[in-house]
Every structure is written in C-alpha cells, then in structure tokens.
C-alpha cells in the first residue's frame, strides 16, 4: 500500500525544519526512536566528483581509470527492478533554483516496485546509466546507499531491499543535517574508503569560497584566513571544483576502495 499523497506534501512542508530534527537526534532517549525509526541500519557513501579525483598517480590511460560513479553502475547493471523519481523531494522542498529539480532518486531492489507509480517510472538498466550521466553533467553528486528514511516516507519495505541513489546538490542536500546528528547517526553517512581531501596551503590565498556554502557538511571553516577542512567531510570533491587556485585535492591512496564500498552496501541491501 501506497502512502498517500497528503504525506508527501507534509513532508515537503516540515523539510525546512529538518535541522531541528537533527538536533532532536542529540537528545536521551528522543533521538534513540528517532534513530530506530528513521535511520537504523543506514549505511551511505557519498561518491566524489569524477572530474577533480587524482588516483596515486596518473594512469597513461584514461579508460584504465576505476571511478567512484562505477559503484552506482555496478548496483543498477544487478538490481532486478528501477524505478526514477519524477522530482528531488530536497530540492522541490527547497524551491531550488540552481539545480534541476526534475532529476531525481534512483531505487533499486524489490522494495522499490511498491514506491507510489505517480511519483515516477520504472527504468531499464540502460535508462537508468543515462540518468546517472545527466546528474553528472548537471553538477550533481552521487550518494549512494541503505536510507531508511526513504523507505519509510516511500512505504517500500523491507529497507534491506532498497538502495537509493541519490543526485545531491549542496544547496538542498537533507544531509546537510550532518552537523547537527548524533555521533552514531552520522556517523553512518560515509566517504569512500581510502579518500582523501588536502590542502595545498603554499597554493591558497585564504579566498574563502571553498568554506562559503559550498560543503554539503559545513565540514569546511575559516581559520586565520586559511581554510581548515574537519573530520565532517565526506569527500565529495566540491571544494576542489570551485578552488580557484587549484590548491585543494580530492586523492584516493586506495586502489580497491570500489571493491571496499561495492562490498559495504551490498552487506547491508540486496538489490537482485
């Protein structure tokens, strides 16, 4: 059974005060039902930007090159049902207007077959790599795992048989609430293995637009003019694209880190 549309609409309503949910997740035993309710068993990587990654080193070929986006191919060429979302629930909620609302979520699994047909279309696995190409090209980053929040606001249950491909921009991003989670909630909305984020500081000018509203997680902050990046980065290569002195890099010392994140999420969601 379909949950009725009236939700939906409540949910796009309450989405401006989500960081007081967030918050609420800090709180004894209020954020323990709200972590059973609507974050239990998560397990969620952001996927960094293909464009702004260095691999130990240049490879002399580029098509040799294993790219984080292939963790999102790899589940849609297994999953035995598709199904695209019509809108972005974050960015309709948000009236975004920097990205396009009309590339939404991609779910995958059994559970996804009794998602509302009214809130999208099912897809065939060619269909659905496009879809994932257009978010790319539109400037979207890829998130990638078990949500249970959608699949309790979605009513498509079980949560181990759906996985979300989400196609996050960083002005209306729900996980934007990262900050403001309890440790152990947020600490289930991973980076890849194996990446990370440095700074060149003898390259920085202390500018500022890598700390101004760029992040997803606010994981980026001014410090004596220069930026310092926290251990709430997530690595999805943002400030690297927008770093105008090329002195922030995106490097993945780990060679296996697609083989490493296939590995977590299937362990938690099965999409065949």
């Not at 609507?38 to 080193?57: C, H, Q, R, S, T």
């Not at 240049?58 to 040799?64: F, G």
């Not at 309709?92 to 990205?99: A, F, V």
């Not at 403001?180 to 920085?204: E, Q």
Request: contains cysteine; charged residues 25%.
């Amino acid at each position: 059974m379909v949950r009725p549309l009236w939700f939906t609409e409540l949910l796009k309503k309450l989405f401006p005060y989500r960081f007081v949910l967030a918050k609420l997740t800090r709180v004894p035993v209020i954020g323990r039902i709200l972590d059973n309710m609507l974050f239990k068993g998560d397990e969620i990587y952001y996927l960094p930007k293909a464009d702004v990654i260095e691999i130990n080193k240049k490879v002399e070929r580029p098509e040799d090159m294993v790219l984080p986006y292939q963790v999102a191919e790899y589940f849609v060429e297994r999953a035995s049902y598709i199904f695209a979302m019509n809108f972005c629930i974050c960015r309709l909620s948000s009236n975004c207007k920097n990205y396009p609302i009309n590339i939404g979520c991609l779910f995958l699994g059994e559970a996804a077959k009794q998602i509302d047909p009214r809130f999208g279309r099912p897809l065939t696995k060619r269909e659905a790599l496009e879809h994932l190409r257009k978010a790319r090209e539109a400037g979207l980053v890829h998130l990638i795992g078990r949500d249970k929040i959608d699949s309790v606001w979605l009513d498509a249950k079980p949560p181990s048989k759906l996985l979300t491909i989400c196609n996050c921009c960083p002005c209306c991003c729900l996980w934007k609430i990262i900050p403001h989670l309890s440790t152990k909630i947020a600490a289930r909305i991973k980076k890849m293995p194996g990446v990370n984020v440095k700074i060149d500081y003898s390259k920085c000018v202390g500018c500022g637009i890598c700390a101004d509203g760029i992040c997803f997680v606010n994981a980026i902050h001014m410090i004596n003019g220069k930026p310092v990046i926290t251990d709430d980065c997530r690595g999805c290569g943002r400030c690297v694209e927008v770093c105008p002195q090329g002195a922030i890099k995106i490097i993945i010392e780990n060679r296996n880190f697609l083989d490493e994140t296939i590995k977590r999420i299937s362990s938690v969601v099965d999409v065949t």
